[in-house]
Nanobody, 122 residues
């Protein structure tokens, strides 16, 4: 059974940092890339970052490039999202996902975590 469990969300001031973690069960890391998506109130879920199954390729949406870093630890079946220089517009529920990476602009989530809230105050 596939399970993805996020942790690390919270409240932070603008300019601060948070690190999200996602622990995966099953054979996720051997079969899928891993990614993060977010959904702000009243908005659609959007892609944030992804890392390939091998860990050799990473992908980011433009608004987080240079501020967020995705990394995986295969030994722990865990993927991380380090978020620096946070802005109020980063406020959202962040979801971890096992993803299929077709191309830079075609990354699809197949399995999802329950989400963790990130709130950035101004």
């Amino acid at each position: 059974q596939v399970q993805l469990v996020e942790s690390g969300g919270g409240l932070v001031q603008a300019g601060g940092s948070l690190r999200l973690s996602c622990a995966a069960s099953g054979r996720i890391f051997s079969s899928y890339g891993m990614g993060w998506f977010r959904q702000a109130p009243g908005k659609e879920r959007e892609f944030v970052a992804a890392i390939s199954r091998s860990g050799g390729n990473t992908y980011y949406t433009d608004s987080v490039k240079g501020r967020f870093t995705i990394a995986g630890d295969n030994a722990k079946n865990t993927v991380y999202l380090q978020m620096n220089s946070l802005k109020p517009e980063d406020t959202a529920v962040y979801y971890c996902a096992a993803v299929r990476i077709i191309s830079d602009s075609r990354i699809f989530g197949d399995y999802w975590g329950q989400g963790t809230q990130v709130t950035v105050s101004s």
